[in-house]
């Protein structure tokens, strides 16, 4: 789950945990936006670093791979059609999903791997929850969030990670230090396409529709029966008749 998309203003312990997971979080290779979220928590936003170039559009795909199912719907659709994602893992996902990371792995040329925690623990510091998820309260615990992501993604897919992002994309300040000083971006983004995989269709397809250049866009690959994964298959493919250049992210800033 990752708590993009949400609005700052909503964050707060009545929001559910499905809507929680459905806001988007960008960062990458990209300038690094600050937002300010409530109760002290941080929402990085996320875009494409470099000159646009004019007439072209060029975005990035991030999918969240949050513990739940695989969504082979945009799984294979993206690799039928040649479209880069990256795909932010957790350690729960990869022991739930052997035939979804099988599938991934197959198709490594356009799918890129980064870390989204080991036991999918907001980076927020404190006794407290963030949208239903405990928090995993210390700089020790973020830093062990971090580090089991990353090496569990690493023994599955070879992949050293460079960005982190957190679950809930909400973070303590400390923590955004404490990451980044382990070598790590933060994977913010710009545009919540699902919401937690929490719209429906034809509003997800628009949503994505609507991107602009530099955008990075974060949605699930985590809930195959719902209808939101059938608008980011359609909103994907509005993007390409646009002649919109899907990339991975960017290297982390140094
Ligand atoms: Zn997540």
Known sequence: MCTRCISPAAVGPTLSRRSFCQATAVLGALATRPAVAAEGLLEPTLRLRGPATPGTKRVALTLDACPGGFDRRIASYLADDGVPATIFLTSAWIRRNP????????????????????????????????YGLRAAGTLDAIRREVE????????????????????????????IKAIEAMGFGIGGYSLNADMGASLPAATVASRVEAARDGDVIVCHLTQPKRPSGLGIVAGVKALRLQGTVFTHLDAPAA
Not at 103 to 127: I, K, M, S, T
């Open 148 to 175: 089991t992501g990353a090496a569990d993604i690493r023994r599955a897919t070879g992949t050293q990670t460079r960005w982190y992002r957190g679950a809930t994309g909400l973070y303590s300040p400390a923590a």
């Open 99 to 130: 035939a979804g990371l099988a599938f991934l792995l197959d198709h490594r040329d356009l799918f890129a791997f980064e870390n989204h925690g080991g036991r999918h623990l907001p980076p927020v510091l404190g006794d407290r929850s963030i």
